[in-house]
């Protein structure tokens, strides 16, 4: 019979134990930096912007909440109603933290269909930006590619944060801004 003091099955244990709390440790860094292994590619649903980009100061109001900016023509054709309406009623499913979020058109050409604005979406602040100083600082931020179909979260330090295509569905909105507003301490 083994003596059970003798080291070599204490070391055999000991050996055992290590591997047991190393190994699994061991093999989520070899399949996540050798093998490139993500097991989520994201736990948001829009496109998180890197990096920061913020709005010009000609926007200023906006500074101090969470906002929701639409940029696109100001006549509204279908794509800017579709997006100015997913970003109301998100606005509005928000419930407690509603007073946390603002809406936002930036008009970059021909501004704007005043009667459709106050009707539909009341209290939603307009930016007149045809001058075409502000049109291209309000673009010279914005990620490259077609906005008609984008909504903006925008921090309330005036950082462009993410971007959503309102054509997708619009629970995921919701839940990224639930988790936004959640973890943010400012705003």
Not at 85 to 95: D, I, K, P, S
Not at 144 to 171: C, S, T, Y
């Amino acid at each position: 019979m083994p003596d059970p003091t003798s080291p070599k099955p204490q070391r055999r244990t000991l050996y055992l134990l290590l591997g047991l709390f190393f190994l699994p440790l061991a093999a989520s860094f070899l399949l996540y930096y050798a093998v490139g292994y993500r097991p989520a590619a994201g736990a948001n649903h829009g496109e998180l912007l890197q990096p920061l980009r913020q709005l010009p100061a000609a926007m200023q109001a906006l500074e101090g909440k969470w906002s929701l900016v639409y940029v696109g023509d100001g006549r509204c054709d279908d794509a800017c109603r579709n997006a100015l309406y997913t970003a109301r009623q998100t606005h509005v499913l928000l419930n407690k933290d509603v007073e946390r979020l603002q809406r936002a058109l930036v008009a970059t050409s021909g501004c704007c269909d005043r009667s459709f604005l106050d009707t539909e979406h009341a209290g939603i602040h307009v930016y007149d930006a045809t001058d075409p100083a502000l049109r291209a600082a309000v673009l010279s931020v914005l990620p490259p590619g077609d906005h008609a179909n984008h909504l903006f979260v925008v921090d309330p330090l005036l950082n462009i944060v993410l971007r959503f295509d309102a054509r997708e569905n619009p629970k995921g909105l919701l839940e990224d801004l639930k988790k936004l507003l959640k973890l943010s301490h400012i705003g």
